[in-house]
C-alpha cells in the first residue's frame, strides 16, 4: 500500500506509460504518495445469480435502528460511520518510530497514537502486522519482522499483538491485522533471510522485481500459504477484521518484467495471461474470504485497492479519469471482489484532490459509492491525511480540502466512513486539519457500521440507570462489549432521540463488575444501550 515509492507531480503523473495518477499509500511516509460489468445485486459478472450475493444484497451503510426509518435524521450527525487510521509498521513510518526501542518505549508509542486518535473520535485501526512475509506477532509459520528489533528473525522479547489490540479495545476501537499477501522481502538477496524463512524454504515460490522478491500469486502453494497465515492469527488473537492492502502484483517498474512464464504455461489453461494474473487474485482472496469466516464469522475481511478500477478509455463502465489502471496494472479486479461478494468492505485510496484533472475525487468517490449501492459490501474512503500541507498539489496546501472529501461524502449514503493515511500525522495535525475533521464531522462519537453478514445479535438492555449529579451509572447486560450513551438536554426524549448521533455523548467499553458508570455533563435525562462486538444495538433505558 504504502511503501515509500516517490511523490510524483501532476505533470509527471500524466506521461507515464499507464497514463497513471500514480500517487501511492499506505506506506508512503510523510512528504510522499502512491498515490467487468456492474451487475445487479445477487449477480455475478457473467449475469448469474450468485447466491452468496443474493444473501449480501442489503445496504449495510444503510442500516439503522428501527427507529431511524420513522425519524428525519441529521447526515451532520450520522449515528454509524467508521472512522479508522492506517498504522503502518513497514520501514517504521509510524510504529515503533525506529527499531531496537524496549518494549516500554514501543508500548508508550502506541498508547500515544490510540489516544491521540481516540480523542479525535476515531473507532478502529488497520495495524500492519505482516509487511513482507514477517511477523509483528509470534508465528511459527514466519520470522519475527526486522521493524521491532533490526534485525529479521530476532526475538523482540514479547508478543506485540495481544498489546496492540487489548489497547484498541480499551479504547472502544475495532483492530484489523493488515497484511500485505505478497511482498516475500524488501531484499532481493534471498540469502540475508532468517533460515526458517519461506522464501529461504520454497525458493520456487519467489519472483524477483525491480530488486523486491515477491510470492509469485500464480502458484496454488503461495494462495495456501497466505491462506494459512491469515488463519492462523484469526484462531489465535481476538482480532475483529483481516485487511490487505493494494499491492498485489507489483505496481509496474520501467524495465522490470515479472517473470511467471513458468507458472503461467502449468496452470494457465489457454488463459490471456492478464486475465490469468487477475483469475490468481481474485482466488486468493476468495479462499482468504472463506477461511476468515470459516474460522470467525464475526471477523471482517476488507482490502484498501488503489483507487482508480479502470478509465473509461479502457471500459466504458470506468471512471472518467486518466490514470493507472488497477485492473491492467498490478491485476486487481475490485468489482470482481464486491460482486461476489468475498470482501465484507473496500477502502479505496483516494488520495487525490477535488478538481485534479486525471483523478479527481468528485468523480470517484461517486464510482465507488455506485459499485457498491446494494451489494451489502461496505464501502470506507482511504483519505490522503499524509499529504494534507505538501506543495506537489495546491489544493493540498489549502486546510480545508481534505474536510470537502467528507462534506462531499455526506451526499452518498454508501459512503459508511473513511480511513486516513497514516498514523504519523495524528500528532503534527497538518494545517490544523484534524481539529477542522472534529469540528464540523466528528462532533460526537459513532458506533460501527452493522454488517448483516457477521451475524451478532444485541445484547438485553441495560438496567437500573441512575443520575447522581455528574455520575451516571447502570447495571450492565450480559454479552455487552460496549454501551451507548445519549444525553437529551431537554430532559424529554422521544422515539427518535436515538436515531442519529446528535444527541450520542459516549460509547464506553465495558468494564468488570456489574455496575458501569460514566461522568457526565448532569442535566437533562439520559438513555443507555448495550451493544455487541458488532455493534447490534439493544432498546435504551433510560434516567
Known sequence: MRNGRPLLAATALAVLTTGAAYTFGPEAPPGRARTAERAPAGTGADGTADAKGAARATDGATTTASASARCDVDPRYPKRQLRGIWIATVKNIDWPSRTGLSVARQQAEYVRILDNAAKRRFNAVFVQIRPASDALYRSSLEPWSQYLTGTAGKDPGW????FLIAEAHRRGMEFHAWFNPYRASYDGNLAALPAGHPARRHPGWIVKYNGLAYYNPGLPSVREHVTKVVTDVVTRYDVDGVHFDDYFYPYPAAGA?????AAFAKYGKGKKLAAWRRSNVNTLIAQVDEAVHATRNSVK???SPFGIWRNKAQDPTGSATGGMSAYDSIYADARHWIRKGTVDYVIPQLYWPRAFAIADYDVLMPWWANEVKGTGVQLYIGQALYRVGTTDTPAWTRPGELPSHLARNRAYPQVSGD?????KQLSTNPLGVLDRLVKNHYSRPALLPLMKDRGGQAPPRPSDVRLQGTSLGWKGSAGARSYAVYRIASGKPGECATADARNLIAVVPAAAGERQTL???????????SLDRLQNESEPSGT
Do not use: E, K, M, Q
Request: glycine share 14%; no cysteine; aromatic share 18%.
Open 159 to 162: 508478543d506485540p499483538l495481544p
Open 301 to 303: 475481511f476488507g482490502i
Open 419 to 423: 480511513v486516513y493515511f497514516s498514523a
Open 257 to 261: 518484467t515479472f517473470d511467471d512464464r
Open 519 to 529: 461522568t457526565v455533563p448532569g442535566g437533562g435525562s439520559y438513555l443507555v444501550t
